[in-house]
């Protein structure tokens, strides 16, 4: 396993960097804020092409008045990269990463906000462990125990590319231009994302554009298997959660992301002007769907 990084992820204001070594890595995360007796911690969760940044803008809000923290995933931005292989990238593994620093900080069951992977991964700690999370804000995916319809099979073909035997030239070779496309497509109708720079220089490391292969690759050799077989995981039915696609995301579209609004616990609030990066094309919005989630569903 690598080691802690010696760069420096970037300061954000009202936010110290720490780490914490659970489950076997040593993981990056800034924190801020004040914990309030009234109100739960939020622990942010990136997805994939991306890391902690993603959530600089949201972070700015909520540092207010909110406890927050906002980690990177083992193998992105300033985590320290297990090797690939097995089940090291398994999405039920970085939950188990997830669940063991809500219990290594001593959070009283906090809400998990998370984007694309990372929502993905929260909605499985709140089905794993639901005593141990207050709800989740799923921003930008499908729900892990929600099946893909075959006529959206295509949309996912990015996936086979990344995961694939050229995966990492595809994270670093020609000027990542896969990326760079990734980042463009994802944007959808909505404004670009100002800066992929501080994205794109993470994935020059070879470890971590293997981790990002991994990623994929577990997912589409096992996980999809196992969830074809019903022996992924089960609904999350124990606690609130809001879906948040945005209403220009080509991949995870609204409609799609909907099929987990069938269950009581599960609501769905869409975003405009907004692709597939929410937290960075409309922060303001997303907060204001974070902030009214924890007032009328908490």
Do not use: C
């Amino acid at each position: 396993m690598s080691t802690k990084p010696t760069d420096l992820p970037p300061d954000l204001p009202g936010l110290e960097h720490r780490y914490a070594d659970v489950n076997g890595v040593t993981l990056h995360y800034v924190e801020g804020g004040t914990p309030r007796p009234d109100a739960p911690s939020l622990v942010l969760v990136h997805g994939w092409p991306q890391h902690f940044l993603i959530w600089r803008d949201v972070l700015a809000d909520l540092v207010v008045d909110h406890h927050v923290i906002a980690l990177d995933l083992r193998g992105h931005g300033w985590s320290s990269v297990p090797a690939p292989g097995g089940d090291a990238y398994d999405k039920r593994t970085l939950a188990a990463d997830v669940e063991a620093l809500v219990e290594h900080l001593g959070l009283d069951r906090p809400v998990l906000v998370g984007h694309d992977w990372g929502a993905f991964v929260s909605l499985l700690v709140a089905s794993r462990r639901p005593q141990l999370v207050r709800g989740v804000v799923a921003v930008a995916i499908i729900a892990p125990w929600a099946a893909i319809p075959v006529k959206a099979l295509h949309r996912f073909g990015y996936q086979l590319v990344a995961a694939g035997p050229w995966g990492r030239f595809a994270h670093q070779g020609l000027d990542q231009r896969f990326l760079r496309t990734v980042y463009k497509l994802g944007a959808g109708r909505g404004p670009r994302l100002a800066d992929t720079e501080v994205y794109l220089e993470r994935y020059r490391d070879r470890d971590r554009a293997r981790a990002g292969v991994a990623m994929y690759r577990r997912f589409l050799t096992a996980e999809v298997p196992a969830s074809l077989r019903k022996k992924y995981v089960g609904a999350a039915k124990d606690v609130p959660i809001v879906m948040v696609p945005g209403i220009g995301d080509g991949v995870l579209t609204p409609d799609l992301v909907e099929g987990a609004a069938v269950l009581p616990n599960v609501t769905m609030e869409v975003v405009d002007g907004a692709g597939h990066w929410v937290p960075e094309q409309q922060h303001a919005v997303l907060v204001e769907k974070i902030r009214r989630f924890l007032a009328e569903r908490l």
